[in-house]
């Protein structure tokens, strides 16, 4: 039934880059999506994706996600989670969304066939993907975003009025809960992070219990395929000496934002990643100045003070030479990066979509303009 396997850690790393690319900065650690696979991969599991058109309609197939922040912790954050024992893990992410996944079985008496990845993103995507394998699920070629969000309700079953709960929780020392029902989305979003608060970092769990018939109006389908095939071509662009830079945006239809170095990091962490990344132009950009403000994935840029490109459409930061992804907490001062965005996927350029994912709703007094529209090539 899989349409593609992932066989070795040449195939891994393609697929997790791809991911990583399409996170936007955000999405977790690309180390830990890339070690969630190997796991499964060297236990001798056959970790693939199929394609949705192979799912039956009345298969039981759930979501699984990684909620909370990838902040660096502080000394004194480090010294609370001592005080409160957690120094000894139980579960990596992988594990933790597979318990999640089989405790959401069981609290809805049923058993999970087959997972869709929430977004796309370095581990919650390859997470999510390994998480299914290890608990012998069917994974599905697609996803509910078409990037990566930071808040549940910026997802396509939102878009199309699905059940979120029950939602199955657990953290890394075995901490288990559930959200039986609740308000709307974001009340579920709100407990969820305070789980994860709790945690001092990410948990796993699992919502979104569908049938095949109902994933299949909500799912962005080959959405996984597509993240091998672009993490692939920047490693082929770069290994063959041509410019990973022209190729992405050539293959993939996007626009170089700005290129420059990262000159400025401010960051602060209240349950999301939040932050400014500011970045002096060079080369052709000499003389311009960008900055990028993130809620765990970047969602505004102004270009020298002025509003340039925002959420829902992709921005993503790569690095200048080699044209590889760099997730929010790894992009550092001194750093040489390309600022590269692409077209949101459709869904969320309607009016419902930018209500929850423009820039707007993050509390700027800023109109979304199509990235087409700011930027011309």
């Given at each position: 039934m899989a349409t593609i396997y992932f066989e070795n850690r040449q195939q891994v790393e393609d697929f997790v880059r791809g991911c990583t690319f399409m996170g936007t900065g955000g999405g977790g650690l690309p180390e830990n999506g890339i070690n969630s696979l190997m796991s499964e991969i060297e236990k001798g599991n056959k970790v693939g994706i199929v394609d949705v058109s192979e799912i039956p309609d009345d298969m039981v197939t759930a979501c699984p996600f990684l909620m909370g922040s990838i902040a660096p912790h502080t000394p004194e954050v480090e010294a609370e989670i001592?005080?409160?024992g957690f120094v000894d893990p139980v579960y990596s992410e992988k594990e933790q969304l597979a318990k999640a996944l089989e405790y959401l079985g069981k609290f809805c008496g049923t058993k999970v066939d087959a997972v869709v990845p929430i977004?796309?993103?370095?581990?919650?995507?390859?997470?999510?993907l390994a998480a299914g394998v290890s608990i012998g699920a069917v994974c599905i070629d697609g996803d509910y975003t078409g990037r990566a969000i930071p808040e549940i309700q910026?997802?396509?079953?939102?878009?199309?009025?699905?059940?979120?709960?029950?939602?199955a929780s657990v953290d890394a020392y075995n901490d288990i809960s559930y959200i039986e029902s609740a308000l709307n989305y974001r009340v579920v979003e709100r407990l969820g992070k305070k789980i994860a608060e709790t945690a001092?970092?990410?948990?796993?769990?699992?919502?979104?219990?569908?049938?095949?018939?109902?994933?299949k109006e909500c799912i962005n389908a080959g959405t996984l395929s597509e993240c091998y095939n672009i993490g692939k071509m920047i490693r082929e662009a770069r290994e063959s000496g041509k410019n990973p830079i022209d190729t992405i945006v050539s293959e993939l239809d996007g626009y170089v934002l700005g290129t420059g170095t990262v000159t400025g990091k401010d960051t602060w962490d209240d349950g999301y990643y939040y932050g400014y990344h500011t970045i002096t132009g060079t080369g052709d950009d000499e003389g311009s100045t960008y900055k990028i403000w993130f809620k765990n994935e970047n969602h505004v840029m102004w270009k020298n003070e002025e509003p340039y490109v925002t959420s829902p459409d992709v921005i993503t930061?790569?690095?200048?030479?080699?044209?590889?992804?760099?997730a929010n907490p790894l992009l550092k001062e001194g750093d040489n990066v390309c600022i590269i965005g692409l077209k949101a996927i459709p869904k969320f350029r309607t009016e419902k979509g930018v209500s929850i994912l423009g820039p707007k709703y993050f509390k700027f007094d800023i109109d979304y303009v199509p990235i087409e529209d700011r930027v011309k090539k």
């Open positions: 001592k005080d409160f977004e796309l993103g370095g581990a919650n995507t390859p997470g999510g910026q997802t396509t079953p939102y878009l199309q009025g699905k059940t979120l709960w029950p939602v001092y970092g990410l948990v796993g769990q699992a919502g979104f219990l569908m049938t095949g018939k109902e994933m930061v790569v690095d200048a030479a080699t044209g590889e992804p760099i």
